[in-house]
């Protein structure tokens, strides 16, 4: 107030001589925003081209809203007057419905003066998207209710979960037979061999002791068919249809078996059964002998 009493105090020839200042001018660049939204604040002065004029920078304050960017725009002379604009982008996030903005223009005048110019205070509505539930100062929240009863809710079968846990398991499963499906193939091939052979020798030597008993050439017969049975299975191959010789070349010419089984073959294909039941024993086991040599072969092998 003492600045604008010292203007009324002096003459009026120095009033004449006075220039008077015109202040800057901000506006928006439009007259409603949303929350979010970019809107542009321009802040345009004209003066004197000799004046030197600073205008905010970043670091001024936005309030309520937050600095984006700006724009400088040439300076235009016309008439001996010169304009300066400056574009600001802005953003607000404020509920406010109606937000002003005020920005300052800085005047040097020699040295150390500087005249502060503020504009009219711009201001801009905001337009709300989400719907006001309470208008009038009477409405309120809806009441909540204490007495409901809970009803049971059938519990739905989670197959995310499931199939998510089945992949999982598929996965894991085809990692662990990737490493260790081999040896245990290998433990189960050995198990199998194991269990064969030993059904085999309970059968083998229950036909023997039988042909002890009755020295019956079809017992002789059932013996070496489960003989060649076993060792097929064992070596993998058909044996039951080589006859005697055909057999003994395949397993080398071995004289167990070469042996055994012309024992076999006088009593099954010859009926003296009489003169040769001690060799038939003798044959049962080379047999036996051979067919328990083979595994330990295989299985040593396997």
């Known amino acids: 107030m003492g600045g604008w009493l010292l203007v009324l105090g002096t003459s009026a020839q120095a009033l004449a001589g006075a220039q008077v200042v015109v202040g800057p001018v901000g506006r928006f660049s439009r007259a409603v925003v949303e929350v979010g939204q970019p809107i542009d604040y321009v802040l345009s002065y004209t003066h004197d081209p ?14 309520p809203f937050e600095y ?3 724009r400088w725009l040439p300076t235009r002379t016309t008439g001996g007057r010169s304009l300066d604009q400056a574009v600001y982008h802005l953003r607000t996030f404020s509920l406010a419905p109606v937000q002003t903005l005020q920005l300052p223009v800085l005047l040097l005048r020699g040295a150390t003066d500087t005249l502060r110019l503020l504009p009219p205070v711009a201001q801009v509505r905001l337009h709300r998207l989400a719907p006001t539930l309470y208008t009038t100062e ?7 209710r204490t007495q409901y009863q809970v009803l049971p809710l059938v519990p739905a079968f989670n197959y995310p979960f499931w199939l998510a846990g ?13 490493l260790y499906g081999r040896r245990w193939r290998q433990r189960y091939g050995r198990y199998k061999r194991r269990k064969n052979h030993v059904y085999f ?10 042909f002890t008993l009755s020295r019956s050439a079809a017992v002789v017969e059932r013996t070496v068919v489960l003989w060649k049975n ?3 299975s064992l070596e993998d191959t058909n ?9 003994t070349e395949y397993f080398h010419n071995d004289e167990d078996v070469r042996r055994a089984l012309r024992a076999t073959d006088r009593v099954v294909y010859g009926n003296l059964l009489s003169e040769d039941a001690q060799e038939v024993d003798t044959a049962f086991q080379l047999l036996r002998g051979f067919a328990e040599r083979q595994y330990e072969q295989v299985f040593t092998g396997y």
Not at 50 to 63: I, K, Q, Y
Not at 166 to 178: D, F
Not at 201 to 210: G, M, V, Y
Not at 239 to 247: G, I, Q
């Open 50 to 63: 000799a004046e030197e004029v600073v205008f905010p920078d970043s670091l001024a304050s936005f309030g």
């Open 68 to 70: 984006a960017g700006r």
């Open 138 to 144: 009477e409405a309120s929240p809806p009441r909540l």
């Open 166 to 178: 089945l992949a999982g398991g598929l996965v894991l499963a085809g990692g662990a037979w990737a």
């Open 201 to 210: 020798l309970t059968q083998f030597t229950r036909n023997a002791e039988r």
């Open 230 to 232: 076993y060792l097929s």
């Open 239 to 247: 044996l039951n249809s080589l006859t005697t010789k055909e057999l």
